[in-house]
Every structure is written in C-alpha cells, then in structure tokens.
C-alpha cells in the first residue's frame, strides 16, 4: 500500500515528527552534515543545551539561544499546512513533536503535544512571569524579569526530564491510534523515541530523508522530504 492507500484505510492517523519537519521552513536540524552539531562553537551545542550550562555560563548560553535557536521569521511549510488539513477533517488525531519552534501551532493544528517545549514560552524563574519569544529575542546578555529574576526558556535542555502529562497524553494518543507516521527525525534522542514502540495500531510509516533504525520494522518507508511527501495526500 502506498501512503494515501494507507490513509483511506485509517480512522484515527497520529503523527510524530522531529527536525526533518522544519527544515524545509529554513530550520536547521542538528544532526545532519550542516546541522548544528558539525558547527564549531567555544563549546558544542551538547553542553550548551544543558541545564548545567544554563545555570553555569548563562549569558553564553542566550548568546547561542538567540543566534542559533530562535528562528522567529520560519513560516509553517507544507507538512504543516497538511497536518492542520488532516486534522481538521477529523482524520489526524494529534501531532506528537519534538521541536520547539510552534510551526504546527502558528499552521492551525489544535492538538500539539510538544514534547521538548517551546521557544514562544518563557518564565521567570523567581516569580513565574510570562514572557514571548520576541522578548527574549530583543533583549540583550541574560534576560531579566521586572522582578529581577533570571528568564528561562520553556525547553527542555539535557539533563532536564520531560513533562510527565506530555508524555502520558503522547503515549496515550500512540497506543490508541490505527495509523503512525513517524517523520523526520532519526529517532536517537531518548526518551522521545522511545514512545514509538507504543504503537500496537495497523499502519507504521516512516517519511525520513535517511534510513533510521526503525526502517525494517514499518510498513511503509519513504526516504524524502516531509513536506513535499505531504502536500501529496488527498483529503477525502
């Protein structure tokens, strides 16, 4: 079966996506020949994202975040725009995502369970105060609240869990849906990746520009881009 052979069949479609979602939106990835971890830095990307860095060497850490982690001109692509489709002609149950970057949300889907957080979220880490991306992309050295607490992002960096109702709701959504298409990403990040083997459905495909360890066990395998792979459904 084919892609929109697959579709017609399902009832209740869940998508996971990682990094190879937004990169046609002009997002790089990490992993990838270009991506951020094969750019030099004073420190690999790795470190910076952690939480120790975070509280360690805070001032670089925003340095590295505005440059390289918030992309607030991206625009949702077609995988987006497709997602937000399927899911409001009550095919897609729910995108399941480990980026930060809000492109499905700013698309029109309603149900994103944003495993890793999100760049359009941040709290003062004294007070709890609200604060956008656009704040912490105009401000300069360590963002500070009005109440003189430090700001920090709503991401989920190394060493930090992830939300324990995100990923009961991700897993409950896997667990319970017919259809499973996995995109863009090379499922290595844990304990993201792991969700997939929750999947007891009909229907598991795979849409990744390259091959990933899950490839032999799914029924379908596309080896391209995900927005272009979409754009191609028929909503019926």
Do not use: W
């Not at 004073?42 to 982690?69: C, G, N």
């Not at 997602?83 to 002609?89: G, S």
């Amino acid at each position: 079966m084919d892609l929109q052979e697959i579709l017609d069949d399902s009832h209740k479609v869940v998508f996971f996506g990682g990094a190879g979602v937004s990169t046609e939106s002009g997002i790089p990835d990490f992993r990838s020949v270009d991506g951020l971890y094969n750019q030099k830095y004073d420190y690999p990307p790795e470190e910076i994202l952690s939480h120790t860095f975070f509280m360690r060497h805070t001032k670089a850490f925003y340095d590295f975040y505005r440059d390289k982690m918030l992309c607030l001109t991206a625009k949702p692509n077609k995988a987006h725009l497709k997602l937000a489709e399927m899911e409001k002609a009550g095919l897609l149950s729910s995108v399941i995502t480990q980026n930060i970057d809000g492109l499905h949300t700013a698309a029109g889907s309603k149900k994103v369970l944003e495993l890793h957080g999100s760049v359009h979220r941040n709290y003062c880490m004294d007070c709890g105060k609200f604060y956008t991306a656009e704040d912490i992309l105009n401000s300069t050295g360590v963002p500070k609240c009005s109440c003189g607490g430090t700001i920090k992002p709503n991401v989920v960096l190394y060493e930090e869990g992830l939300d324990d109702a995100t990923v009961t709701e991700a897993v409950r959504e896997i667990s319970s849906c017919d259809t499973l298409i996995i995109a863009g990403t090379s499922l290595t990040v844990y304990p993201a990746a792991g969700m997939v083997r929750y999947f007891k459905g009909k229907h598991l495909v795979l849409i990744n520009r390259d091959e990933t360890s899950m490839d032999s066990a799914c029924d379908l395998v596309i080896h391209g881009k995900v927005g272009e792979t979409l754009d191609k459904i028929v909503i019926r």
